[in-house]
Structure formats: C-alpha cells, structure tokens
C-alpha cells in the first residue's frame, strides 16, 4: 500500500496530512479522520452508493459523459455527485480524489 500527500486549506492555514492509498470510499474516509482534529469545517463521511460508484469511475479517469452513459444517468447528476463527493471528502478536485483514491 502507498500513501499520498495532501495539501488543504484550513482558514488560513495550510496543513498536509498523509494518507494511505486505498480503492474507494475507505481513502476518503480516512483523510476525514485525518483532518478532524484541524478542521471544523470537515463534512461527516456519508458517501451514498451511488456516489461510491462514480467514484470508481472518476478513479478510472472516465468522463462524466462516460460515467452517465455507463450508470445510465444524466451528464449533470453526475457532476453533482461529485461536487457532492468533494465537498464531503474535502478535496478540491476529481484530480486530488482519483488521487486519493489509488489512481
């Protein structure tokens, strides 16, 4: 198993916090733990099924275009689960998630 750095905002601060790399939601999981000592304003980890999946796929590198297509869903819910995904990880981008997530 690998780790990754992650480099996050806090207020006015910059905190680094690494990670273990691993598949899925457990990735995301643990940089909530790992930043709920510094920061307040960490969304509880609570990723629907739905949003595990496009997850895997964003980890992938897919579109959202391929992942709607694939999960039969619209281009725009896609991009709200993960808008939803950041927001709750605390990550800034699909970039830092498939990152995050072993990609």
Do not use: F
């Not at 969304?43 to 496009?54: A, F, G, I, K, T």
């Not at 869903?73 to 981008?93: C, D, M, P, Q, Y």
């Amino acid at each position: 198993m690998g780790s990754i750095e992650v480099t996050y905002r806090d207020g006015s601060r910059i905190v680094r916090v690494t990670l273990p790399v691993r598949d899925g939601g457990d990735a995301i999981a643990e940089r909530i733990v790992a930043m709920g000592g510094t920061s307040s304003s960490c969304v509880p980890y609570d990723l629907s099924d739905r949003e595990h999946q496009v997850a895997r796929y964003v980890r992938m590198g897919w579109s959202n275009r391929r992942i709607a297509t694939e999960l039969g869903i619209a281009e725009g819910t896609v991009k709200r689960h993960v808008s939803n995904i950041l927001e709750k990880s605390g990550l800034e981008s699909r970039t830092q998630l498939a990152l995050a997530l072993g990609a």
